[in-house]
């Protein structure tokens, strides 16, 4: 889990840090047992030896706490892509888009309840559009636009009636330099991987049967390969 580094270099400062880490750490925890739902400020005060109030002092309300992990996991899955894409180089944009895939169903496998946490329904109330989540979840997109671009030329069309849909994504999160065919080719990559992995998670092809690494690495080797 990323660290909390917004603090000073005092010892103030540093302790003020330390707690929000322990908060954080014991949100996990309860996100782990049972989902968003169960994140309760006051049973983590009384887990971590304090009082109600004295927690408020680190995190306003659940939603702040809930967004500072929602912030930490968007940085933690954005940094395990661009390590593996990383690892397979630049000479390679087939090796590095296959690299990026398996490091996004490894760390939903690894980081379920995160991952959750990024990609289900928001809790009610909870603003899961904020310009704060936005912008936390820009640089994971990134990494995999990038991917994508460095493959060879997509078909330049989009699918039918979205092409302002997806002119409007890219004003809205800074991509304006993404050509149209790339966001859409890189959507769809994403639908397609995320509903697997989404399944797997909930461990709904157990009951079928079915192991879904073929079905990963199918639609890995499709869109990779394809033009």
Do not use: C
Request: glycine share 6%; hydrophobic share 45%.
């Amino acid at each position: 889990m990323a660290a909390d580094t917004r603090s000073g270099t005092g010892p103030r400062d540093r302790f003020r840090a330390q707690v929000r880490q322990e908060v954080k750490t014991a949100a996990l925890r309860q996100l782990a047992e049972g989902g968003p739902e169960a994140l309760s400020l006051n049973a983590i005060a009384k887990q971590l030896g304090m009082t109600g109030p004295a927690l408020y002092r680190y995190f306003a309300n659940r939603d702040s706490l809930l967004t500072d992990l929602v912030v930490d996991a968007y940085g933690d899955l954005a940094s395990a892509l661009a390590r593996a894409t990383a690892e397979a180089g630049p000479a390679d944009p087939a090796a590095r888009l296959a690299g990026l895939v398996h490091a996004y169903r490894a760390w939903a496998l690894a980081e379920p309840h995160r991952y959750r946490l990024l990609f289900r329904a928001p809790l009610q109330g909870y603003d899961a559009q904020a310009a704060s989540l936005v912008e936390a979840s820009q640089p994971a997109m990134t990494v995999l636009l990038d991917a994508v671009s460095a493959l060879a030329e997509p078909d330049p069309h989009v699918p039918r009636g979205t092409a302002a849909q997806f002119t409007k994504w890219r004003e809205r999160h800074g991509f304006e330099d993404v050509p149209e065919a790339v966001a859409a080719r890189s959507t769809l990559l994403w639908a397609h991987l995320h509903g697997i992995v989404a399944l797997e998670i909930e461990d709904n092809f157990t009951s079928m049967g079915i192991d879904p690494s073929p079905l990963y690495e199918a639609e890995v080797a499709e869109f990779v390969h394809s033009p």
